[in-house]
């Protein structure tokens, strides 16, 4: 088999990996039911997708992980703010204006 030829090959199967198992949820719909235990795992999905995105953007700084930076501290306050008021807008602007705040005093 030629490059070219196993190249588009691994392009394919590619594609079919990360298409089906998504599709099957699609095709499937109510004709299959997921175990309990599956179901109440994939509640916590989102989360921890999100998590896994935001965390090492928060904590690594220049490409070292820094605990104690600027992002952090408004990563808290905006946690906190979304914890104690079911206002959407608070932990925007409080995260932000910390961040913004340290930022500003530390030079």
């Known amino acids: 088999m030629n490059y070219d030829a196993s190249l588009w090959l691994i392009f394919i199967l590619i594609?079919?990996?990360?298409?089906?198992p998504r599709a099957s949820f699609i095709v499937l719909?109510?004709?299959?039911?997921?175990?309990?235990?599956?179901?109440?795992?994939?509640?916590y999905a989102p989360a921890a997708a999100l998590a896994a995105i935001?965390?090492?953007?928060?904590?690594?700084?220049?490409?070292?992980?820094?605990?104690?930076?600027?992002?952090?501290?408004?990563?808290?306050?905006?946690?906190?703010a979304a914890a104690l008021s079911r206002n959407p807008w608070l932990p925007f602007i409080g995260?932000?204006?910390?961040?913004?705040?340290?930022?500003y005093l530390s030079g």
Do not use: C, H, W, Y
Not at 15 to 20: E, I, K, P, V
Not at 29 to 43: H, I, T
Not at 63 to 70: D, K, M, Y
């Open 54 to 80: 935001v965390v090492p953007d928060v904590l690594v700084v220049g490409g070292t992980l820094e605990v104690f930076n600027p992002k952090l501290a408004g990563a808290i306050v905006a946690v906190a």
């Open 15 to 20: 594609g079919l990996a990360t298409t089906l």
């Open 29 to 43: 719909g109510n004709r299959v039911v997921l175990p309990s235990v599956l179901q109440r795992a994939l509640r």
């Open 95 to 103: 995260g932000m204006a910390a961040l913004l705040g340290i930022r």
